[in-house]
């Protein structure tokens, strides 16, 4: 024999556990104590109910817990309060007695715990603890439903098989229609609650500026900054640029919007679609395999030099199609002045300046002095390093000739600056090289420490790529396997799962509907035109429902108004007095004698008055017997005590 | 909300009821009427059916696919004769405890109720009025009412002791009974007191159960015709059936 009041208990506390679990990081410490303990009390209380609260004493506890958070609730600390409330009412509520009301408490406080976790944390594990919390409180509600017959009912275990094996089939359906209504319910473009922890999950990447020297140490950290989905690419192009630093100011580098209004043009190579997700930043440039030709699905400006900034809040995830020409060619907008490129710093190293001279002399043509650059760098034995960087007052120079060791900013800024001097119009670009491809995504992952710079110098009117850096002595190290560094399997199928959590759930917003929209008919268009003969049956379930449909409606459109009525009035008397013929031979009328129902005998008296003078019923006729049929059994007349 | 009114909805199909009334219902008084409920579904067991009739209903928790089950349901039925149960209330708060969903079903039971027994003084149960029933009451015999206790000669059968007396006198004792071939009687409810003919049905109704119980034949006498006194328990039925009747075909 098995209780319904155990099985109930045993939901609870599961309920409970599944509601607070992806919560409890964020509560406070006294709600973090008191939930793990209000549990263990509860499931003690199973055996011992004296350690349970009476009802007077857990109302009481219960105000004190909203009194002691309440207070602290203001309109920009609103969120924390309220969750702990939500905790300790739910602990206090696990420790009292339990009735039919508080078990329904219980299950609707966990819900709104699981719910207020969304408003901290868009995890994909909220999604692993929703299945699971919304079965069991579905299930509860049914035992709930045998627990108000009788609270001490008690169940065989077929019966109680029975019981949980039906019940299951309510979550499913319901499991069904959620995902139905996630994918048609409109939806806003903002989450709802970000105005109240703005920009929280912004993290620093990229920075807007490169200044060579500001630090001497770079740290490396992995922190996704975007997801690229797209066929694998050669490691050598995978180049994201994001941004173009063009003008030199002091010993940094920083950007100036191009005057010219006609953008730069790519042309060649081949095109690479990438579906990308950007996570939240603080910084607006959006990253795309270079060189990145349009951008689609997302509000973005064109600044002309292949650079393209969000309108969009940057501080929430985005989302967006790129397409590149990977290997193309770069043509600089035709009425560009090489002299934009030219400009250099106030105060340049005399060595620099003078290597600088050298190169412009030596070399006649844009690729002579390209060239000497490169050689230049091979000669001086660089060698790539994010530690113990040069830190003087002129941090390039002693790069250069004295320490020579750097980053990317110190070989892609010296290297520019060396073209420049040389006369050969240069420019910085900042974005990401490399990434790591999980084949079971089909996606490119980019952290924060693959952020990288390189070159671009104007050559007969076309920008090409230079990236100095590779000319280190350690490049091969550096960019080779430590760059190429993949994930483990498991640490590629969580990444996976992440994704796919924020491509089809964080990220799913009305412009995905419209697409899913168009997708779904454009998939009917191709079934229609690849359907092979020997496929047919694949269309069978779909064509049996569609034509069950329309020979349902076929049934309705032909069957006359008369007769939609008269069977929409044996309903009703089926629904109410348990009969929809009259006994044998008995017509409408007798019918409505015997029942003794004022509804059913005017019913009679028009249905039978059109039916025997062979006449359709007039509209007004057909109105009135629709309301009388909803009359049926109201006015009838208690039945008299038989004898 | 549309998973559980489906549900709900499907809870009250498939589903059909039985009454199977006691041999014996009398008028006004409470009679459990048994409910035999048949669940016809082909996937699905029902679950907390409740079963209404006339204000008092019974509960089923579960009754499998194919199954049935069943339950009592005290019934007060009022006035004598033939009396139809046309409907029965099925109701249902499955799944969720939010909404309770009602069917009527068609039962079409016909039951015959007899009239309630109201005791009258066994002298009056006489053909025409006679007191000729009493004296013969005293005669001993093998299957009637204890007469009285008497001390055991040896020749009783052991089933006529009396044990309980025995344990307090020193010797056995045994009973005595009344003769179940007493004289047989014949009532005839016009002669019976009880005032208008529903008290002396009434009457009737409590004297053939008495001289049933104590086994002696009974008969009636009804307008234009005579059941001759009988025993057994068809017989008495047959009787009451009679008097449930009277005057009403």
């Known amino acids: 024999m098995v209780r319904i009041s155990t099985l109930l208990n045993t939901l609870v506390w599961v309920v409970a556990f599944l509601g607070v679990a992806p919560l409890y990081p964020y509560l406070g410490r006294p709600v973090q104590f008191a939930l793990p303990l209000a549990l263990l009390l509860a499931v003690a209380g199973e055996r011992r109910p004296a350690l349970l609260l009476r009802p007077g004493l857990a109302t009481l506890l219960s105000f004190f817990a909203v009194g002691l958070y309440a207070i602290q609730i203001s309109r920009s600390y609103l969120v924390e309060p309220v969750i702990n409330i939500l905790g300790l009412l739910l602990a206090v509520r696990l420790l009292t007695e339990k009735s039919g009301r508080n078990y329904l408490q219980l299950f609707l406080l966990s819900l709104f715990a699981l719910a207020a976790s969304s408003l901290v944390s868009l995890s994909v594990a909220f999604f692993f603890f929703l299945i699971p919390e919304v079965v069991a409180v579905i299930v509860g509600l049914v035992l709930l439903c045998f627990h108000a017959e009788d609270p001490g009912l008690g169940l065989d275990r077929a019966a109680a098989r029975r019981v949980l094996g039906t019940s299951l089939l309510l979550p499913a359906g319901s499991l069904i229609l959620m995902l139905f209504f996630f994918v048609i319910l409109p939806r806003t473009q903002q989450p709802l609650w970000n105005f109240l922890n703005p920009a929280a999950a912004a993290v620093a990447g990229l920075s807007e500026s490169v200044e060579p020297g500001s630090v001497s140490n770079l740290a490396a950290v992995r922190t996704p900054v975007f997801r690229a989905e797209s066929e694998e690419l050669p490691p050598e192009q995978l180049y994201w640029r994001a941004i173009v630093l063009n003008r030199p100011q002091g010993r940094a580098w920083v950007r100036q919007v191009p005057k010219v209004a006609e953008p730069e043009r790519v042309s060649g190579g081949r095109a690479v679609l990438q579906k990308i997700v950007v996570e939240p930043r603080r910084e607006r440039f959006l990253p795309a395999l270079d060189i990145p030709r349009e951008l689609v699905g997302v509000r973005a400006r064109d600044e002309g030099d292949r650079v393209f900034i969000t309108s969009r809040r940057p501080d929430q995830r985005l989302a967006y199609t790129a397409v590149s020409l990977a290997g193309g060619e770069l043509r600089a907008a035709a009425k560009v002045r090489p002299g934009d490129y030219l400009e250099l710093p106030a105060e340049l190293s005399p060595r620099l300046r003078a290597a600088g001279e050298r190169i412009g002399r030596t070399g006649k043509t844009a690729a002579e002095r390209i060239a000497l650059t490169r050689a230049l760098f091979v000669e001086l034995k660089l060698s790539y390093a994010t530690s113990d960087l040069p830190r003087s007052a002129d941090p390039l120079d002693e790069f250069l000739f004295v320490g020579k060791r750097g980053y990317c900013e110190y070989f892609a800024s010296s290297f520019a600056l060396l073209l420049r001097q040389a006369g050969v119009p240069a420019r910085l670009v900042g974005g990401y090289l490399g990434g790591t491809y999980n084949r079971l995504g089909g996606y490119y992952l980019v952290t924060d420490d693959k952020a990288h710079v390189w070159v671009e110098v104007l050559v007969d009117g076309s ?134 129902d004022p509804a059913c005998a005017e019913f009679a008296e028009i249905f039978d008055g059109a039916l025997y003078r062979d006449r359709t019923l007039t509209r007004e006729e057909q109105q009135r017997l629709r309301v009388l049929i909803g009359e049926v059994g109201q006015g009838h007349r208690q039945e008299a005590p038989g004898g | 909300m549309a998973v559980s009114g489906l549900l709900g909805k499907s809870n009250l199909d498939g589903l059909a009821v039985r009454i199977e009334p006691p041999a014996e219902v009398y008028d006004g008084i409470a009679t459990l009427l048994r409910v035999r409920l048949f669940c016809r579904r082909r996937w699905l067991p029902l679950f907390l059916l409740r079963v209404e009739l006339r204000e008092a209903g019974t509960t089923f928790i579960v009754v499998g696919r194919g199954e049935d089950e069943s339950g009592t349901v005290p019934v007060v039925l009022h006035g004598r004769g033939r009396q139809r149960l046309e409907t029965v209330r099925v109701t249902s708060r499955f799944p969720v405890n939010f909404f309770v969903r009602s069917r009527r079903l068609r039962l079409d039971c016909d039951l015959v109720v007899f009239p309630a027994p109201r005791p009258c003084p066994l002298d009056y149960a006489a053909a025409g009025g006679r007191r000729d029933g009493v004296g013969s009451a005293a005669r001993r015999g093998e299957q009637g009412e204890v007469a009285r206790i008497a001390d055991y000669t040896g020749s009783e059968p052991l089933k006529r002791v009396h044990w309980k007396l025995s344990a307090r006198h020193q010797g056995l004792k045994v009973k005595e009974l009344n003769a179940s071939t007493d004289e047989p009687v014949v009532l005839d409810p016009v002669e019976l007191p009880g005032g208008d003919l529903e008290g002396r049905l009434r009457c009737a109704s409590y004297l053939v159960n008495r001289y049933h119980r104590a086994g002696r034949a009974v008969g009636l006498r009804l307008p234009g015709r005579v059941i001759p006194p009988a025993t057994g328990e068809p017989h008495k039925l047959r009787l009451l059936r009679e008097l449930a009747l009277y005057g009403q075909d």
């Open chain 1, 463 to 596: 920008w090409q790529r230079h990236d100095p850096s590779r000319l280190a002595g350690n490049a091969g190290i550096a960019f080779g396997a430590g760059r190429q560094q993949g994930l483990s399997a498991v640490a590629q199928f969580v990444d996976a799962i992440d994704y796919y959590w924020n491509q089809s759930v964080i990220t799913f917003d009305l412009g995905s509907q419209f697409e899913l929209l168009q997708r779904g008919r454009g998939g009917v268009q191709k079934l229609r035109l690849e359907l092979r003969p020997g496929r047919v049956w694949l269309l069978l379930p779909g064509g049996l429902m569609l034509a069950g449909a329309g020979w349902w409606l076929w049934r309705w459109w032909r069957t006359p108004i008369a007769g939609r009525l008269l069977k929409g009035y044996r309903r009703a008397l089926q629904r109410h007095y348990g009969e929809e013929e009259g006994k044998e031979g008995e017509g409408l009328e007798t019918q409505a004698l015997r029942l003794d």
